[in-house]
């Protein structure tokens, strides 16, 4: 294993940990505006914003918090990466760990595994954005029935990461994780 390689893989982690910075700061953001400007909205002067407050504060707090779940996912993937990218940097001097080689840290920081909370960061990203799309498009709906409405695809999003979670643990080496499941799954 080279020092360039190691190095090169490296910037890429590096890309990475700013690409999930941003994502971070993406998924503070969007809730962070959207409830200032409608939980802060008065009647006067904001009619519609004040009344979406009224009726969806619900549907519009299950989806803030879905941001904000979203958020820490990214940036614990962040975490992650920097983790990784410590290691491997480590790993190529005198203080590195023996039972730790190079190669066996880019293995595990290359494999599907590894990437668990990208994958329920941006399904939980989906779920805030479809619920928050519930309480501007669906208003009446998503105040008589808020549960209902937040709990199925909560459910749903959930669901999927649990999935996702266990076929890319089980097949974390395989080029299509999903593939190789649904291959075993229906052979």
Not at 21 to 48: I, M, R, Y
Not at 98 to 120: C, G, H, M, Q, V
Not at 129 to 151: D, E, K, R, S
Request: hydrophobic letters at 50%; charged letters at 15%.
């Amino acid at each position: 294993m080279s020092d360039n390689s190691v190095g090169d893989y490296c910037d890429y982690l590096d890309k990475e940990m700013t690409i999930m910075g941003l994502l971070t700061a993406f998924a503070v953001a969007v809730p962070a505006l959207v409830l200032d400007h409608v939980a802060g909205a008065k009647e006067s002067e904001q009619p519609t914003l004040y009344c979406m407050w009224q009726t969806e504060q619900v549907m519009l707090a299950a989806g803030s918090l879905g941001f904000f779940l979203s958020a820490l996912c990214f940036y614990l993937q962040r975490s992650a990466l920097a983790y990784y990218y410590g290691q491997l940097r480590l790993s190529l001097t005198e203080a590195r760990d023996e039972k730790f080689p190079t190669k066996r840290i880019l293995e595990r920081a290359d494999s599907w595994s590894a990437w668990l909370s990208y994958n329920a960061a941006f399904a939980l990203l989906i779920l805030a954005f479809a619920l928050y799309g519930m309480a501007l498009f669906t208003p009446n709906l998503a105040t008589q029935h808020p549960v209902p409405l937040i709990a199925a695809p909560t459910l749903l999003t959930l669901l999927y990461i649990a999935l996702n979670a266990s076929v890319k643990k089980n097949y974390r080496d395989e080029d299509g994780p999903w593939r190789s499941f649904l291959k075993d799954l229906f052979p």
